[in-house]
């Protein structure tokens, strides 16, 4: 059993790794500003692992409540999930971004050096390869073209790591470039909780479908793809959760730097996408075509080979599950967590 630091833990995807790291058996311990996630998000992962979570309202960026933390706890692993990830947001604001994923990444491995703990799995994204790429997408494809300075401050990012673990041989450190993260854990007790508007196609449909949205407008039905509506390769946020638990165990004992790719292999459609919501709901979702945006690709899909051969994982969930967990956490939580509550309990 290992203590985890999981930064950015209270969000989307690092609740449902929590659950899965609590349920093998880790300890875990969460830091995260809560700029864009609720208290009481920590609550509900208790009520599914039955454990408590010990977190702590802080800035990454804040060495010294860095340097508190380490020095409180005997800790053996860090995700680092917290950073800001809304690609529009990054074009307008691009210091900011800097700011939270660069600057926020540079303090968190320094105060991990000083405090001896080298051993970190970094949240990337597959938007890295860039606009022209072509799929499946494999580890070794070019990087060069990225088109957001959110995208940017990843690939920053990826490359500071490798810097590092080039430094300095003690250290173990895993990349994972997710595809599109999707869904929610069975129970509808967590799941994706946007602020204001959101900018994906899950939590739009499922707030269209819960009536919280009149339509879902699909951007663009002229690309070259099999019906004209962009693809992407949706993942299961569990399967996800899981892969990093995998790359985790894998690096113990492994120095260096490595990078995977996590996502299934397939791609499905807007369409594809909107019909399996329609299926699950017994009842059609309504929809029109608008003009494509601005920046959006025809198709992208991951080679996940990489990721099965060498961490034995795979993603297992389809997208029926990944649509009949979203709409069971929307239909149980139709505000998401309402109100961005304290916990009833807080451990800070
Ligand atoms: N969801 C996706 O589609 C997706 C895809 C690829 C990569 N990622 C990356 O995965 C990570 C987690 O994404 P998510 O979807 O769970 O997002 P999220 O916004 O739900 O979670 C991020 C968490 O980090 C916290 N945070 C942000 N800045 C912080 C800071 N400076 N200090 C401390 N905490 C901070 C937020 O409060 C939030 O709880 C992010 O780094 C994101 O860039 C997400
Ligand atoms: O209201 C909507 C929203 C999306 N789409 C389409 O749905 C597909 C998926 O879009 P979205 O869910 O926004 O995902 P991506 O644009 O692929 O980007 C997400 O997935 C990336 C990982 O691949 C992350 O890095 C980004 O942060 C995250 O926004 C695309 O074809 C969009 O054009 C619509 O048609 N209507």
């Not at 540079?106 to 080298?118: D, I």
């Not at 992407?232 to 894998?250: F, I, K, N, P, T």
Request: hydrophobic share 40%.
């Amino acid at each position: 059993m290992a203590t985890v630091l999981v930064t950015g833990g209270a969000g989307y995807i690092g609740t449902h790794l929590l659950v899965v790291l609590q349920q093998a058996g880790h300890h875990v311990l969460v830091l995260d500003n809560f700029s864009n996630a609720a208290e009481v998000a920590l609550d509900r992962v208790t009520a599914i692992t039955g454990q408590p979570v010990t977190a702590w309202r802080a800035d990454v960026r804040d060495r010294r409540m860095l340097r508190d933390l380490f020095g409180k706890h005997t800790v053996d692993h860090v995700i680092h999930l917290a950073g800001l990830k809304a690609v529009g947001e990054s074009v307008t604001t691009p210091l900011t971004y800097i700011d939270n994923n660069v600057g926020g990444s540079v303090a968190l491995l320094e105060e991990m050096a000083r405090a001896g703990v080298r051993s970190l799995v970094f949240s990337s994204t597959a938007t890295v390869y860039g606009e022209a790429v072509a799929s499946p997408v494999g580890e070794c494809a070019p990087t060069g073209g990225v088109t957001s300075p959110y995208a940017r401050s990843k690939l920053m990012v990826e490359d500071v790591l490798a810097d590092v673990a080039a430094a300095d041989p003690r250290w173990q450190i895993a990349v994972l470039r997710y595809f599109n993260p999707v869904g929610a854990h069975p129970s509808g007790c967590i799941g994706e909780d946007p602020l204001g508007t959101p900018n994906n196609l899950m939590p739009i449909l499922s707030q269209v479908a819960v009536g919280r949205r009149s339509s879902l407008a699909i951007y663009g039905n002229d690309y070259p793809t099999r019906d004209g509506t962009g693809v992407r390769d949706y993942l299961h946020v569990m399967d996800l959760a899981e892969g990093h638990l995998r790359a985790m165990e894998h690096m113990t004992g492994r120095p260096g730097w490595r990078v995977w790719n996590l996502g299934t292999g397939r791609g499905a459609s807007v369409l594809e996408v909107l019909r399996e919501y329609e299926a699950v709901l017994g009842r059609s979702i309504p929809h029109r075509f608008v003009a494509r945006r601005p920046g959006d690709i025809a198709e992208y899909y991951a080679d996940p080979g990489k990721a099965q051969r060498e961490l034995g994982w795979q993603a297992t969930r389809t997208l029926t599950d990944m649509v009949r967990d979203a709409w069971q956490w929307q239909a149980r939580n139709p505000h998401g967590y309402s109100t961005r509550q304290k916990r009833l309990e807080a451990s800070f």
